[in-house]
DNA sequence: TATTGTTATACTCTATAACTATA
DNA sequence: TATAGTTATAGAGTATAACAATA
């Protein structure tokens, strides 16, 4: 279900909102201690929910992620793509997609895209005439090496509230969360 | 950025594809002890991403949301908004806004339709007269409930390769990452 | 008969501008 | 002048059906 991409964020100038004083709950039972839920609602059931968390915490990231990938032009899907087929030479778009979970017709448009701009290139597959092998160019190579330096570099500063071990613990328990 | 609902999956009968033979990669370097990724690609490096690794969790966990909430005809942000109503009564749309990360003309329609439903009902907000309160019926408390049953339920489903400790842990360093 | 890559297209989700009523 | 709620709409993301070429 659903592809790796995320939506188009990093561009809205949107209207202050109250930092501090979030108009007291004007209605009964405002929850005891109420943790703020960045409104201050009671939001404690929800964030004991692992959907919940797991998203907030992916949108999060990737707010990060969009900033920071803006001078390579590249959305997380795009940085996926050209990731897997450096790691992966030769590897056909059924194969990403599988690997991504994206749907083939929507992944024509971002490979031809990534075509167009002389990141990757694709070459006739050795034993499958239907299928197409690809790859990155010298280009693709450079870009993509960067766009890796800048995704790892990114990694310590999204998780500056947690240790080094506890960011392997986070990803390793996630790992196992979603392979199955 | 973007708000807490979810694509529309849950109704794809996509083609199947190859369980155990995917096409061996045809061309050099397939990585040592290659990782698989679902289609036996490298897919190692993504794989120390935290927001590619919180997004696949979260799309893999809102699958299962998905198909259980059906019955209820509730979709992840229909869920969060009925419960946030429910943990406080009175809440002002502009509140679950800031709280869910929605736009408020996005939200609209959801507080609409949940109307219509006769699942909440707006009542005028005792000091500010642009303002409504929301609360749930009598019914909308009734689908509240069964809702966060099953939500809570899920919980163990969707964790079933983790401990409860590891549960804990992973939801804790979840929030540790968005809230700030 | 099944699969790869593709086009066309519908539908959902997300974002911006702008308006009104009230503060 | 600013905020709550709203309308209209643009744009990005996700999904299905169907086709030609090849396996």
Redesign the pocket.
Known sequence: ??????????????????PASP?PAPDATPSPAAPSGGAGLDTAYLETLLGYNARRAALSVIAVFLRRMEPFDL???DFSVLTLIAHNPGV??????AAL?????????M??NLQKRGLIV?KP?P????????HLSAGGKRLQREAQSTATELEHDVSSALTPNELATLNALLRKVYQR
């Open positions: 279900m659903s592809d790796l991409s995320v939506a188009n964020s990093m561009r809205r100038p949107r209207a202050p909102r109250k108009a959305r997380p899907v056909t778009s059924r194969q990403l997609c979970d994206i749907l083939p017709p929507n992944l024509v448009g490979v031809k694709r597959h034993t499958d005439r239907r299928a197409q092998g690809l």
